[in-house]
């Protein structure tokens, strides 16, 4: 029996805690009304925050409470093209611009949306990291579904009644820009969690890993790992329906005008 893995030790918390004390707090939809749900609320951008250990940016944005005497501050991810000053509108009855989140089912197909809900008032799950967005693809009325074309470019059915803000979140092509140097990744992980810098399970000795030891650092067997594998055993490609490298992409064939 080996040690107790880097995999198993996550789950405990611990050193893996993520590092909240200096983030702004949960960027998230209003909560789901009778005002958002018949009809529209307006609201004003106060300011574009950063939020550390989000590559989004987000937009801080205050809403009279439709109910009370009282303003209401909201954090929204912010879309691109966002700014102080911006009235947003919440709701049904919302016009159709950047910024402004309403349900899906009032949506034109083909629709660029960002921070889906997945189930109908849970305040946004899919499309909300930087640069992201989900396409609308097409409604089923009679079901009351839609369904939305994922970042990942996996097709989802959702709830027509599901909030969305449109546009693409903010702080787009952050990936694009090399880290350089080890600093830089220090600091950006350091905002983050305790998963920098990340040793190789093979430059491990076999106590500490099941890819460890050998003359040359090789992992020695099937890097495949079954789903029910116990953990300490569960490392590498799990369940992997394939592996190897992703050949042939899609062709795109330049028609002539004899063949149209």
């Known amino acids: 029996m ?14 893996f805690k993520s590092r909240t004390f200096h983030r702004k707090g949960a960027a998230q939809h209003r909560s789901l009304d009778f005002a958002e749900r018949k009809g529209y609320l307006k609201g004003v951008v106060k300011n574009i925050i950063h939020d550390p250990g989000r590559g989004a940016p987000l937009a801080e944005v ?17 879309a691109e093209g966002m700014y102080s000053g911006q009235f947003v509108y919440c709701g049904k009855k919302a016009q159709l611009s950047v910024g402004n989140v309403l349900p899906v089912s009032v949506l034109p197909e083909g629709t660029i949306i960002c921070n889906v809900e997945n189930k109908t008032g849970d305040r946004g799950a899919f499309a909300r990291t930087s640069g992201n967005y989900a396409t609308l693809i097409n409604h089923d009325t009679d079901k009351g579904k839609s369904r939305i074309k ?17 546009g693409i979140v903010a702080g787009g092509g952050r990936i694009d820009k090399p880290m350089l140097k080890a ?28 890819h460890g030891g050998g003359n040359h650092q090789h992992i020695g067997h099937a890097s495949t790992v079954r789903r029910d594998a116990p953990p300490g055993q ?18 795109t064939v330049a028609h002539t005008q004899e063949q149209l």
């Open 62 to 78: 205050q809403f009279r409470d439709p109910y009370r005497f009282r303003v209401k501050k909201e954090l929204f991810i912010a």
């Open 150 to 166: 994922l970042p990942s470019g996996a097709k989802k059915v959702i709830s027509s009644n599901a909030r969305a803000m449109i």
């Open 2 to 15: 080996g040690r107790v893995i880097r995999g198993q030790r996550k789950g405990k918390g611990g050193i």
């Open 183 to 210: 600093g830089n990744a220090y600091w950006k992980y350091k905002a983050k969690r305790n998963a920098w810098p990340r040793v190789r399970g093979v430059a491990m000795n076999p106590v500490d890993h099941p």
């Open 234 to 251: 569960k490392v590498g490609l799990i369940a992997a329906r394939r592996t190897g490298r992703i050949t042939g992409g899609k062709k």
